[in-house]
């Protein structure tokens, strides 16, 4: 025990010693680490130290550096307290003078206040009294509006009023129309100074000073340049649908050249629809009335397209480029578009060969219209005249010499013995002078009958047209005055048909005993009465009127159309006119011809036996057919006494007359000789043919006994229509 306890002593030395010595050796490595522990605690004190060293150096610089910013900043601050000193001054000062301001501008405000309020109360009273002011001024415009209403009202009766006066005397209507500056004459002054709405029209020649520059005239109406051609027509409508009730109508246009005749009758050259002028217009309106009539009417519809030219001119134009005068029928739609295309290639013709056409001829189209009632078969019967005069231009300002000067004279005096028509039917004067020219012999029945009649007076507003634009005005005024009489309507029963049929058949009948006496007056006293009748053959070609009024000139081209209807009253009325009238007239003056036939009317009438009275009127229907007509130059296509109603066929034979052939023309001579100077024979009695005619006017037709020959006439053209 003892040793295992020493042995355990020994076991716990030898681990005491073992241990011991792991001591020691730890004790030295502890002793190692702690010298290097040391060492590096050495080296770190030095590099510490000399890092501080140089951190004191920095440090001082910076120090330095701070301490010079210190200084320089308590510098800046100084400065900038004195600054904002004298700024602080400065501010006061200006506070000072803004509270002055503002006093001041409070003390203003506070005037302005009392003053508005002063103004307020004004504006009160002034609105007061404005208010009482306006009711008083709103009661009397009300009353000043129901006045005006009233006014107008009045005007507009009295406009009717008067138009129906107007229309009851029959005054020639005329319509002026201004057409606009063209393209190129812009800035060029104009003659018109103001157009009045109920057709008044102030001039103006700014050249003249004062009262001298101005005139006023007054139309039915007055067109403005930028009137359009619907315009125009829609005025004139009512005007040519009366020729589908049987009325004859004329309008024809007047002006000096370039005025724009032509473009209200036609329009400008190749016119689109929108252009079309009267003429165009009136066809295609005439035509789809008709139409839209045609249940209770039948109408028939004729055009026909006439130019009156100047011989001169008319040796200028090809025979192709004159217009076609024959009567064209319409029947369709396509007939008024054919007619329109041949009237635009007539006048395109008629460019190409000259005619710058248009001043040198009368443009006449005519629309013949016959209808019949188809339950009472009353026929009417109603002519459209749309006539284009030649430019009125003066001679002097035409400039124009030799042929063209002549042709121009020519012109004028065709219109200016249409002045002295228009002047002795406004004087009212017993005799008309329609004979001194073709163009009033074409506007007799229009001017002269129960036609209606407008004239459209065409003005260029050009100030260099000044003296024929007054002319012109003055010229309008004249036709205005014109009265023609209520227009009539052409309207025949069947009954009044029959019997002018009747008259004309007994009529026939006094003349061929008419010839039968004379032929056994002849052979009771063959000298004294043989010389009479060599002078009468001599005028005629035969003893007998009717014979001779047929002369050579096959029956059935003696056909009228047109005309009112009533030929017999067209050639009673021809007769008055014509009858002691030769057209040895024209080649005189206007004027001179009615002096002289103011000397020889009476006589020559006094001494009118019965049957010179026939005599007479063949002379003058041969004129009229162009017999003899060698004196005055124009060509007369289409017309006669009765106007424009003579159709194709009396055309051809104004034209065989140009040519020569068919009826020997007559010497105006001889015809002045006949009415002046023939011995007549003794009026002797006819009993059988004083009966006839007795029986004819018991008929209750007297007027239609006044003209055997217009009554022969009058049949054919009856028979013609039917
Ligand atoms: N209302 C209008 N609007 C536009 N142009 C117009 C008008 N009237 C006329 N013109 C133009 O003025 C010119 C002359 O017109 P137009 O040929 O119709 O005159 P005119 O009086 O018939 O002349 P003339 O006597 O030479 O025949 C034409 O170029 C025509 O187109």
Redesign the pocket.
């Known amino acids: 025990m003892e040793e295992e306890k020493k042995k355990h002593e020994e076991q716990d030395i030898i681990r005491l010693v073992k241990e011991n010595d792991q001591i020691n050796r730890e004790k030295l490595a502890l002793k190692q680490e702690l010298e290097l522990a040391r060492k590096a605690y050495e080296d770190c004190c030095v590099k510490m130290e000399t890092k501080a060293k140089g951190a004191e150096q920095e440090l001082e610089v910076r120090l330095k550096d701070v301490m010079h910013l210190l200084t320089e900043s308590r510098k800046r601050v100084n400065e900038l307290e004195a600054y904002s000193e004298s700024k602080n001054l400065h501010w006061k000062k200006k506070e000072h003078i803004y509270q002055r301001f503002t006093e001041f501008q409070l003390g203003a405000l506070q005037e302005l206040r009392l003053a508005s309020q002063s103004i307020k109360q004004d504006i009160l009273e002034t609105q007061k009294s404005y208010l009482d002011e306006f009711h008083r001024l709103e009661k009397s415009y009300k009353t000043l509006v129901d006045a005006s209403e009233n006014y107008y009202a009045v005007v507009a009766e009295n406009r009717k009023l008067h138009n129906e006066v107007q229309e009851l005397k029959g005054n020639i209507r005329v319509y002026c129309?201004i057409?606009?500056f063209?393209p190129g004459q812009m800035g060029k002054e104009s003659t018109i100074e103001h157009i009045g709405e109920n057709g008044e029209l102030n001039v103006l020649n700014s050249s003249k000073q004062g009262k001298d520059g101005h005139q006023l005239f007054k139309f039915n109406k007055v067109y403005g340049?930028d009137?359009t051609?619907a315009e125009v027509y829609s005025d004139i409508q009512p005007l040519i649908r009366s020729v589908l009730d049987g009325y004859n109508a004329c309008i024809f246009?007047y002006?000096?050249?370039?005025?724009?005749?032509?473009?209200?009758?036609?329009g400008?050259?190749g016119a689109s629809e929108e252009e079309w002028g009267v003429n165009y217009r009136a066809l295609n309106d005439l035509f789809h009335i008709s139409q839209t009539r045609r249940k209770i009417f039948a109408y028939e519809i004729e055009l026909q397209m006439v130019e009156i030219y100047n011989e001169q001119v008319r040796d200028l134009l090809s025979s192709d480029a004159v217009p076609d005068a024959s009567l064209h029928p319409v029947k369709s739609t396509s007939d008024v578009v054919d007619l329109i295309e041949l009237g635009l290639r007539n006048r395109a013709m008629a460019a190409t060969a000259l005619n710058?056409?248009?001043?040198r001829s009368h443009s006449v189209v005519t629309i013949h219209v016959h209808g019949i009632d188809m339950k009472t078969s009353t026929s009417l019967r109603g002519s459209l005249h749309l006539v284009?005069l030649?430019?009125s231009?003066r001679v002097d300002r035409s400039e124009v010499t030799g042929d063209r000067l002549k042709e121009a004279q020519h012109i004028n005096k065709s219109l200016a013995a249409l002045g002295d028509v228009i002047f002795a039917l406004s004087q009212k004067s017993p005799h008309i002078p329609y004979r001194n020219s073709k163009l009033t012999q074409v506007l007799q029945n229009s001017l002269g009958g129960h036609a209606k009649t407008l004239m459209f007076v065409?003005l260029n507003p050009d100030l260099h047209s000044y003296a024929e634009t007054t002319s012109t005005l003055k010229f309008a005024e004249r036709v205005s005055g014109v009265e023609l009489g209520a227009a009539q309507s052409n309207k025949q029963n069947g009954e009044i048909k029959d019997l002018m049929e009747q008259v004309a058949s007994l009529k026939d009948i006094i003349a061929k005993k008419d010839e039968e006496i004379e032929r056994l007056q002849l052979l009771k006293e063959p000298k004294s009465v043989h010389q009479h009748v060599n002078s009468e053959k001599h005028v005629y070609g035969s003893s007998s009127p009717r014979k001779n009024f047929i002369g050579g000139i096959p029956p059935q081209t003696l056909k009228l159309s047109g005309g009112n209807g009533s030929g017999l009253t067209e050639a009673a009325s021809d007769h008055h006119n014509c009858l002691d009238y030769s057209d040895k007239d024209s080649e005189l003056s206007p004027r001179q011809s009615f002096d002289m036939f103011k000397h020889q009317k009476e006589p020559v009438r006094q001494s009118k036996p019965a049957r010179g009275n026939r005599g007479r009127n063949i002379s003058v229907d041969s004129e009229i057919l162009g017999f003899g007509d060698t004196e005055n130059k124009d060509t007369l296509s289409g017309i006669s006494c009765s106007g424009l109603s003579a159709g194709p066929d009396i055309d051809r034979l104004a034209e065989s007359n140009h040519s020569s052939k068919g009826v020997k023309p007559l010497e105006n001579t001889d015809k002045v000789k006949f009415a002046q100077r023939t011995p007549r024979a003794p009026p002797r009695p006819h009993k059988s043919s004083a009966s006839l005619k007795k029986s004819a006017s018991g008929s209750s037709l007297s007027g239609l006994s006044k003209s055997s020959s217009g009554s022969n006439l009058s049949t054919k053209a009856s028979k013609r229509w039917q």
Do not use: C
């Open positions: 129309r057409r606009p063209l340049p009137t051609q246009a002006g000096q050249t370039g005025s724009g005749k032509t473009y209200t009758m036609t400008p050259d710058e056409r248009s001043s284009d030649a430019g231009e065409q």
